[in-house]
Structures are given as structure tokens and as C-alpha cells.
């Protein structure tokens, strides 16, 4: 039962390099979504996913990519990483049939990520 | 316009205390729902409870109730017999009916402090 899993949970990057921060989840969920929360901020959409090979963009997705090429993972690659990507990353999963009941968001624990 | 809006950066309340944090939201759909999530300093998003936008009884769970008036479009969280525990960051969030996967809008939270 573990839900959302994101890894690592922290990382220190230099200006330029690249990386991927891993989400996986085990709900079946169809609905996926990468966020980055700022200090003292509330949650921003980078990309999010309805399903297996469909992507799409949030509102902050410059300098980000994303696929989704089975249900449970939905990766989250920085290319050239800059300063301005300092931030806290979170995953989410969701069901897509939202007629009733309880549908919120899962996350995960967060990947808390430094440019330097 | 904002979609979520909670107009309390911060606030204060004595252990043992009830405290209510505010919560509008804007939507002209019939179908929505709402959340309220917890994160406390260790950076995990805590789901805290939900009401849906049919829903004709508020919320309860444990000591969070969910304070729902529709005509006024506010969905505030009462918090009863604050803990030491209850201190966090708080966001209230809104999914959006005829979903398409993108529809699911933040606050920029609430920090609370409770005081022993």
C-alpha cells in the first residue's frame, strides 16, 4: 500500500546539469501531476497526465519534460538546471471519475531540490 | 479571478482553542469539490477532508469540520480543541466538474501556530 512514491527525496544540483525525479504509483490511478511549491508558497502545475502517453502542460512547464509511458510512472526531467528551479517537487495522483465521492489528490512525500 | 482564496497569510490560536480558517472559491459549475490539506514543516501534503458541492450535510472528521455555505461560496475549515500538533501550513483546493484533468485549483494556504 504505498501510494505515491516519489525519489529522491532531496538533491543538490549544479547550474546546468540535468536529472529526473521519479514519481510512482500503485492506485491505478489514470490522473497524474508534477507541482513545484516555492518557500512560503502554495502549489504551482508543471505538466500533468490523463493517462498512459498523453501529456500535457500546467502553468509553469519551461524548462521541464515529462512522459508517462505506463499508468504507475510519470518521470519529471529538468534539462539545465538553473537557479530559478530551487524548489520543492510534488507528485500527485488522481482518479478521473469524479461523480461522487471523495476524489482528491495522493501525493507524494516531495523531492526537495537545490540549484546551486 | 482567483478560483481558491484564502485571505489569512496567518494565524494564531491557543491550544485547546477552536480556530476557523477561510476558504472561497469562484466556479459556475453545478459538480465540484472541495479539500482541505495539511502540511505540516516536514513538507508532506496531509489530505484533511472533503465536501462535495451536492453534499447537503458539512463535513466532519474528527476535529476538523468543514464550515460549507454554497450561496457564498466559502468552504472554511474549523479546526476544534487545537493541538501543539495542529501547527502547519493549511490549503484548501477546488476539482472542478466536466473534468478533463486539469481542473484542480489551490489556495496559497494559511499558516497556522498554535500556542501552548
Known amino acids: 500500500n504505498a501510494g505515491v512514491t516519489q525519489t529522491p527525496k532531496f538533491r543538490i544540483l549544479k547550474i546546468g546539469q540535468s536529472m529526473t525525479l521519479q514519481c510512482t504509483q500503485d492506485m491505478n490511478h489514470n490522473y497524474m501531476y508534477w507541482y513545484r511549491q516555492d518557500p512560503g508558497m502554495g502549489l504551482k502545475l508543471i505538466y500533468y497526465s490523463v493517462g498512459a502517453g498523453i501529456t500535457d502542460k500546467g502553468e509553469v512547464p519551461n524548462g521541464y519534460n515529462v512522459s508517462r509511458s505506463t499508468t504507475e510512472d510519470f518521470p519529471l526531467r529538468l534539462e539545465l538546471a538553473a537557479p530559478s528551479q530551487t524548489s520543492v517537487y510534488f507528485c500527485?495522483?488522481?482518479?478521473?471519475?469524479?461523480?461522487?465521492?471523495?476524489?482528491?489528490?495522493?501525493f507524494g512525500s516531495g523531492t526537495r531540490l537545490t540549484v546551486v | 479571478a482567483q478560483k481558491i482564496t484564502q485571505t489569512q497569510p496567518g494565524m494564531f490560536v491557543q491550544e485547546k482553542e477552536a480556530v476557523t480558517l477561510d476558504c472561497t472559491y469562484d466556479?459556475?459549475?453545478?459538480?465540484?469539490?472541495l479539500f482541505w490539506y495539511k502540511q505540516p514543516s516536514s513538507g508532506e501534503m496531509i489530505f484533511l477532508i472533503y465536501?462535495?458541492?451536492?453534499?447537503?450535510q458539512n463535513a466532519t472528521e474528527g476535529r476538523y469540520s468543514l464550515n460549507f455555505q454554497k450561496a457564498r461560496k466559502s468552504a472554511n475549515l474549523v479546526i476544534s480543541a487545537s493541538q501543539l500538533g495542529d501547527s502547519a501550513m493549511y490549503f484548501c483546493?477546488?476539482?472542478?466538474?466536466?473534468?478533463?484533468?486539469?481542473?484542480?485549483?489551490f489556495g496559497t494556504g494559511t499558516s497556522l501556530t498554535v500556542i501552548p
Open positions: 483546493a477546488m476539482r472542478e466538474g466536466g473534468w478533463t484533468g486539469n481542473q484542480f485549483y
Open positions: 500527485a495522483s488522481t482518479l478521473s471519475s469524479p461523480e461522487t465521492g471523495n476524489y482528491g489528490y495522493t
Open positions: 465536501q462535495g458541492s451536492y453534499d447537503e
Open positions: 466556479t459556475s459549475d453545478q459538480s465540484y469539490g
